[in-house]
Structure formats: C-alpha cells, structure tokens
C-alpha cells in the first residue's frame, strides 16, 4: 500500500509498525526512520495537496492535533484523495489511534501489539506523589502557549504521578500572559517548544517565577504516538527530582540536663513546612 504520512505523529506510528518504507509522500517536519524514500510535500500546516496527488497514494494519514490541519483535510477532500484524519486528546486516543491506522494499512496485530507496549512502558513509570505536582508544559514561548485539560499532556501526567497545572482550562492548548502563569501554581515548567531548532529553558528561568524548569523535545511530548513514552521517561525523571527526602532525620538527642518528657526541638536545618 502507497501512504501518503502530513503529521510526524503519524509518521511515528507507521515507523513503528514497520511501515515508513511504504510512505511515498511525508511533510517535512516528519523525521521518523525509514522515510528516505518519500517525497517532501511541505510544512504540515503547508501541506502541498498536487504534490501529495502527483505521488499517487492508496491512504492519506492526517492528524488534528496539529491546531490547523483542518484546511488542510478540506483541501485532500476536495483532491479526492482517500483520506484518514485522526484527533486525538488523550493517551488512550493515542493507543486506539495506533491500532486504527495499523489495521487501515493490514497489520492489526501489530498494531495491538505496539500499543499494548506503549500502554504497558508508560504504567511502569507510574510514581505516586502525596501531593501531586503541578506541572505546565510550554508549547511556545512568545505569546506563552501551554497545554490545556483536552491534552495527552494532561493524561500522561496523571499517570505519572502528577498534574496538568491547566487542566480546568477548556480546550487544548492556550495562550497565557506570566501572571496566568504564575497563577497556575506549578511546581514544574515544561520546555517543550514546537518547532524549535532548539529549547532553550534559560528564557523560561529568567522570567523570574522562581520554578523549576526542564527540557523535554517535542518529538517526546508533542506528538501523540509510540515517542510519547520518551518524553513520559524525561518528565518522570525531572518529577523525582521534586521529591523531598522520603525519610525524615532523627530528632537530636536531648542535651543531658533535659527534663524528661520534654519534647525535643525541630530538627535542624528543616523548615517546618518540610516536616
């Protein structure tokens, strides 16, 4: 079968179903292994819809989750090409995704297969917290773009242990000025810029919010595919570094002239909103 991949998540999916050698058109965002052979066709907001006609794909694989594909659909509708459109917002949308596109292009069990994995490899990085963090991923940083309650994002930081800092804002991304921002609360702030030759969380610290920040690439976080579980790994890893010490230190001994049952003093060194 002839495929015709515009979104890099698709791309990653058929990538993992080993299927990038039959992708005879892709965008060129797309930078998933085994593409070499695929014509480029333009941005995927740029899609360049004779291109894509003149490379005479059986299936076309586009995705609503990159905000603006829909014109881009109008224009494969009105080239009549076949066409399957995904839209997913959460990571259980992901994972049928996986299966649904597997079994357009003759591979279900292959499918069920790469997304039972994905399932199974996001659960082990599960790590409950006694307050969950609040985290905020940043998708742009001017205007501030983060991820709202209708994204992956908000799923996959459930299961690891965490919270979208955004998740009672509607929709699935917005823009935010800093003082939105800082009134989210995050304990965490994600660097996950869409586009970018290169995240640079330097802007986001001198804002001066006083949050952690961590740098996690798009291809792990923005892309709603078997990659997300590379992002999954990074986000778990910044979030331990939130922890605070699961032991508290024993209390000093009480100096020799202590009256018994006197109790003793705080612990040096640990403030009381840390006891």
């Known amino acids: 079968m002839r495929l015709a991949s515009l979104t890099a998540s698709n791309s990653d999916i058929l990538a993992a179903l080993g299927a990038a050698g039959q992708v005879v058109a892709a965008d060129n965002h797309s930078d998933a292994p085994g593409l070499e052979g695929a014509v480029r066709v333009g941005p995927d907001l740029g899609i360049d819809i004779a291109a894509v006609a003149a ?3 059986d299936l076309v694989l586009a995705s609503l989750s990159v905000p603006g594909m829909e ?3 109008e224009g494969l509708e009105r080239a009549g090409l076949p066409t399957l459109v995904l839209d997913p917002v959460s990571v259980e949308d992901t994972l049928a995704d996986i299966r649904t596109i597997a079994a357009a292009i003759g591979c279900p069990g292959r499918g069920a297969a790469v997304a039972d994995t994905l399932k199974a490899d996001l659960e082990a990085l599960a790590s409950p917290f006694a307050r969950p963090p609040r985290v905020l991923v940043e998708w742009w940083p001017r205007p501030i773009i983060a991820a709202t309650r209708e ?3 908000t799923d996959l930081l459930a299961g690891l242990g ?3 800092a955004l998740g009672d804002r509607a929709g699935r991304s917005s823009p935010l000025t800093l003082e939105e921002v800082r009134a989210a609360r995050p304990d ?3 660097c996950s810029w869409c586009g970018a030759k290169k995240l640079r969380p330097e802007v986001i610290e001198a804002r001066g919010l006083g949050v952690p920040v961590a740098a996690v690439p798009e291809s792990g976080l923005g892309r709603p595919g078997p990659r997300l579980v590379e992002g999954a790994r990074l986000l778990a890893a910044a979030l331990a570094a939130l922890r605070e010490p699961e032991a508290t230190p024993a ?4 100096p020799a002239d202590t009256p018994p049952g006197t109790p003793p003093g705080p612990a040096p060194g640990r403030p009381e909103s840390a006891r």
């Not at 209390?251 to 009480?254: E, T």
């Open 55 to 57: 490379a005479r794909p």
């Open 71 to 73: 014109r881009v659909v």
């Open 151 to 153: 994204s992956w994002v």
């Open 162 to 164: 965490a919270v979208n």
């Open 188 to 190: 965490l702030i994600v």
């Open 251 to 254: 209390a000093p001994a009480a």
